[in-house]
């Protein structure tokens, strides 16, 4: 048997020789290795890990200059609107009256009828950009989030029935979180909603799914933490990815009615919340995921400091853009 020669300054002193035979050589060369491979097994799995909170990192910024460009143009939004709906009002008085002046005359009361008909149009798109720029009140209190689901799905009941389509809802009726219930109502109401009229456009089956659940989700302050996740799953066309970058844009529909703010309000809400609202691709259709913090950060939804009539939605927008991004939301 060949021997190997080598030193050891534990089992004797130093220069003396011990010897180390062939399959003890073996055992060290399979634990170098073994070593090794575990070394570049970790530093895979490093390298992934890096790419992901990268991915997640560019997410979050996204988020982030989607929430701060949201606050501006409500500041801007706001001016804008107040403006135009002090002279469409002076201008609904005067045709009143001039309405008046002409009861006998049939042909002019038909044009004042089609005047009067866009103003109260116009009206309608001021009151959607109110909506969306007003300092609305975030009053969060316990919630158990399945109720507000069948709330907002029954409050549907008007599109479902019109369009002959299944509802599914899965909920886990034990969740309870603490937000503001109007808005989480008047949130998932306006997803549904959207979910509907998209399959109104398809001959298919439609089916609108709603669950509810529990997941772990990673938090850019916190780490990975548990999120109530609300899914809407529709069997519509789907949203083409270029559409999908720009819907949550104030102002921006693909219909031929509408003011484009459904989700831009949405958007204002579940973000003063401190969640995320993200949407995918269904097979078929679109799934659009509202997740909002089990237990929210105490500055999401403010402290005993804040008012009794509630904490603003703007100032919690911002708050929240400002403790992301270390600067203000302007």
Same mark, same amino acid.
């Given at each position: 048997?060949?021997?190997?020669?080598?030193?050891?300054d !534990?089992?004797?002193p130093?220069?003396?020789s011990?010897?180390m035979?062939a399959?003890d050589f073996?055992?060290?060369?399979? @634990?170098?290795?073994?070593?090794?491979?575990r070394?570049? =097994?970790?530093?895979?799995?490093?390298r992934d890990?890096?790419?992901?909170?990268?991915?997640?990192? *560019?997410?979050?910024h996204?988020?982030l200059?989607r =929430?701060r /460009?949201?606050?501006? %143009?409500?500041?801007?939004a706001?001016?804008?609107?107040?403006?135009?709906?002090? $002279?469409?009002?002076?201008?609904?008085?005067? %045709?009143?009256?001039?309405? &008046?002046?002409?009861?006998?005359?049939?042909?002019?009361?038909?044009?004042c009828?089609r005047v009067?008909r866009?103003v109260?149009r116009l009206?309608?798109?001021?009151g959607d950009v109110? =909506?969306f720029?007003r300092?609305t009140k975030?009053?969060?209190a316990?919630?158990?989030p399945?109720e507000?689901v069948?709330?907002?799905?029954?409050h549907?009941?008007?599109?479902?029935?019109?369009h002959?389509?299944?509802v599914?809802?899965?909920l886990?009726?034990?969740?309870?979180?603490?937000a503001?219930?109007?808005?989480l109502?008047?949130?998932l109401? *306006? %997803?549904?909603?959207?979910?509907? &009229?998209?399959m109104?456009l398809?001959?298919?089956?439609?089916?609108l799914t709603?669950?509810l659940?529990r997941?772990?989700?990673?938090?850019?302050e /916190?780490?990975?933490? $548990?999120?109530?996740?609300f899914?809407?799953?529709?069997?519509g066309p789907?949203?083409?990815?270029e559409v999908?970058?720009?819907?949550f *844009?104030?102002?921006?529909?693909?219909r031929?009615?509408?003011t484009?703010?459904g989700l831009a309000?949405?958007?204002r809400?579940?973000?003063?919340h401190?969640?995320? %609202?993200d949407v995918?691709?269904?097979?078929p259709?679109?799934?659009m995921c509202? @997740?909002? $913090?089990?237990?929210?950060?105490?500055?999401i939804?403010g402290g005993?400091d804040?008012?009794?009539?509630?904490?603003?939605l703007?100032?919690? !927008?911002?708050r929240?853009?400002?403790?992301?991004?270390?600067?203000?939301?302007?």
């Open positions: 048997m060949s021997v190997i020669e080598t030193t050891s !534990v089992l004797g130093a220069g003396a011990s010897p035979d399959n073996a055992d060290l060369v399979r @634990s170098f290795n073994d070593v090794t491979a070394l570049e =097994s970790t530093h895979s799995s490093l890990e890096v790419a992901t909170l990268k991915t997640e990192l *560019n997410e979050t996204r988020r200059r =929430s /460009q949201l606050a501006a %143009l409500g500041e801007m706001a001016g804008i609107a107040h403006e135009i709906r002090n $002279p469409l009002g002076a201008i609904a008085l005067n %045709l009143e009256a001039l309405t &008046e002046d002409l009861f006998d005359r049939p042909g002019e009361l038909e044009l009828g009067s866009s109260t009206d309608a798109i001021v109110l =909506s720029a300092d975030v009053r969060a316990s919630v158990r399945s507000v069948v709330a907002a799905v029954a549907a009941e008007d599109l479902v029935d019109a002959d389509i299944d599914d809802l899965s886990d009726e034990e969740l309870e979180i603490m503001d219930a109007a808005l109502e008047q949130s109401l *306006n %997803l549904v909603r959207n979910a509907c &009229e998209a109104a398809v001959d298919g089956p439609r089916r709603v669950s659940c997941r772990e989700l990673r938090d850019p /916190q780490g990975i933490v $548990p999120h109530v996740v899914e809407i799953r529709d069997t789907g949203i083409p990815e999908r970058e720009r819907m *844009n104030p102002f921006f529909t693909t031929a009615e509408g484009g703010l309000i949405v958007h809400i579940v973000d003063a401190g969640g995320r %609202l995918s691709a269904g097979d259709g679109t799934i509202l @997740s909002l $913090p089990l237990d929210p950060r105490q500055e939804l005993a804040d008012d009794d009539d509630g904490r603003s703007d100032g919690a !927008v911002r929240r853009v400002r403790d992301n991004s270390g600067r203000g939301a302007a």
